[in-house]
């Protein structure tokens, strides 16, 4: 599957927003990720599309398959700010750096990451 940043960050809005809350609201996606609710409403629709959210009019709700990608997802992004802060970064720049990085980090780099972090005990 090819990777897109936007539909990653949705996911991994949507999955953290359900470890709040059972109900996730277009309005709380569109807060925390700082879009427009019809920029939302346009993402859903295309999430939808590609069998990784379902909506009943009011709430989203994650796939099986949509909650495997944004697990996968949010791993890269604790695993590559976990790595930084061992390096010695400070939490916000760890946490902005692996937003970013967590989509564009290629695998064989990501597992030496988690190798490296996991040999060191972190």
């Known amino acids: 599957m090819k990777r897109n940043q936007s539909t990653e960050d949705y996911l991994e809005c949507i999955l953290l927003l359900s470890r709040e809350s059972p109900y996730v609201h277009r309005v709380d996606v569109a807060r925390r990720v700082g879009v427009s609710q019809p920029a939302v409403q346009k993402a859903v ?6 069998g990784f959210v ?3 009019g009011m709430h989203i709700y994650l796939t099986a398959k949509g909650a495997v990608y944004a697990e996968k997802i949010y791993d890269r992004h604790c695993t590559i ?8 970064v400070n939490d916000t720049d760890a946490d ?9 980090l290629s695998e064989a780099s990501f597992t030496a990451m988690k190798n490296f972090l996991e040999k060191d005990g972190r």
Do not use: N, W
Not at 45 to 50: M, V
Not at 96 to 104: G, I, P
């Open 54 to 56: 379902e909506c009943d």
């Open 96 to 104: 902005a750096d692996a937003c970013e990085m967590e989509h564009v």
């Open 45 to 50: 629709k295309i999430l939808t599309g590609q």
């Open 81 to 88: 700010r976990r790595f930084l802060r061992v390096l010695g």
